[in-house]
């Protein structure tokens, strides 16, 4: 049975913070949870990527150059970006978290923070703007993938994969039954990382096929869709384009 949860893929979050390191304390952490992550170090960087870019979540830092968190926030809300804001700040005023939120943010972290509450109050963000299913658990046949543990497993044994290898996972089991282009793979799983005309997709594709298969699963379940991309099935499910 396939999970019935929502159809986004793997979180795909814009972290916005000029301070080198922490935005690479932020990036590399995120990374480690398998998220997709892009970084803008300015306001209007990080103006022109949400133009470009359908992100689930927006961690931001207030104190930027080019234009704050609060204005920045403003703008967004104003060209009608519903994502998602976590507002950063070192600011533990409450007149700025007012602010921060009149500005259109959703939540308000101060620094320092624990890297966990910030997960926790990403999940509580994606989760309320449908971003994320209410089940933690993605099935599909003998495939599970816990999404808040990334344990993957095939009849209840585990299946180890790198964290591309997850994401592109996570992203068909979210697309049970639905045709997904190389396109959009290449968007969901690697982001501005990679050339879309490139052939990563398949690559990868055929690298996830064959841990499945050398995990056990004797039935093809990732169908390629010729000319179209490819389709997640369970096994003895049919053609999939019967």
Not at 206 to 211: D, I, S, T, V
Not at 221 to 231: F, Q, S
């Given at each position: 049975m396939a999970s019935t949860g929502s159809t986004i893929g793997p979180v795909r979050i814009l972290v916005v913070e000029d301070d080198p390191a922490i935005s690479a304390f932020l990036v590399r952490g995120l990374r480690e949870e398998l998220h997709l992550v892009d970084l803008a170090e300015d306001g209007p960087a990080a103006e022109r990527?949400?133009?470009d870019t359908s992100y689930d979540a927006i961690v931001l830092d207030v104190n930027l150059p080019g234009y704050d968190g609060f204005e920045l926030c403003r703008r967004l809300r104003r060209d009608a970006v519903q994502t998602p804001v976590l507002m950063l700040t070192a600011r533990?005023?409450?007149?700025?978290r007012v602010t921060g939120l009149n500005a259109?943010?959703?939540d308000y972290l101060v620094k320092p923070f624990a890297f966990d509450e910030l997960l926790a109050r990403l999940r509580a963000l994606t989760r309320r703007s449908g971003g994320r299913p209410s089940e933690d658990v993605l099935r599909c046949g003998p495939i599970a993938l816990d999404t808040t543990t990334h344990l993957v497993t095939l009849e209840g044994q585990a299946v180890s994969l790198s964290a591309t290898e997850h994401r592109l996972l996570e992203h068909l089991l979210r697309h049970v039954g639905t045709i997904v282009s190389r396109d959009q793979l290449a968007e969901r799983v690697w982001g501005a990382e990679v050339d879309l005309a490139s052939n990563v997709a398949d690559v990868y594709?055929?690298?996830?096929?064959?841990?499945l298969k050398a995990a056990g699963l004797d039935a093809p379940?990732?169908?390629?869709?010729?000319?179209?991309?490819?389709?997640l099935r369970a096994p003895g499910s049919g053609d999939p384009l019967a």
């Open positions: 990527l949400t133009g533990d005023a409450v007149a700025d259109g943010a959703d594709v055929g690298y996830l096929r064959r841990k379940v990732i169908h390629t869709i010729r000319g179209l991309g490819y389709m």
